[in-house]
């Protein structure tokens, strides 16, 4: 197991200098974020998609393409009125 990972680890290392390969990379990583942080307050506060969609003023269907990691549609707005249907607040950083 401390192989493969230790291989995928190196393969990752030498594919990412590629600054095509690391851009996608990073932009893959944080759609998933967000989809993922979605989902799990959601499930966290018990709340299903069309729940969550209801508090929030919108479709469920919204909800469903917030918490896909292929998703690259989103917007402020859009995470903003669900943060706000799930008690939390948005924060945006750069570093």
């Avoid at 993922?36 to 469920?60: G, V």
């Amino acid at each position: 197991m401390t192989y493969k990972k230790n291989s995928y680890e190196k393969f990752k290392k030498e594919q990412l200098k590629d600054p095509e390969i690391k851009q996608s990379y990073e932009e893959e990583k944080f759609r998933a974020q967000i989809a993922i942080s979605i989902a799990k307050e959601r499930t966290k506060q018990h709340l299903t998609q069309k729940a969550l969609a209801k508090k929030a003023n919108m479709q469920q269907s919204v909800i469903a393409r917030l918490e896909n990691v292929d998703y690259e549609n989103c917007t402020i707005k859009t995470l903003y009125k669900v943060g706000k249907a799930l008690g939390r607040k948005v924060k945006v950083t750069f570093a």
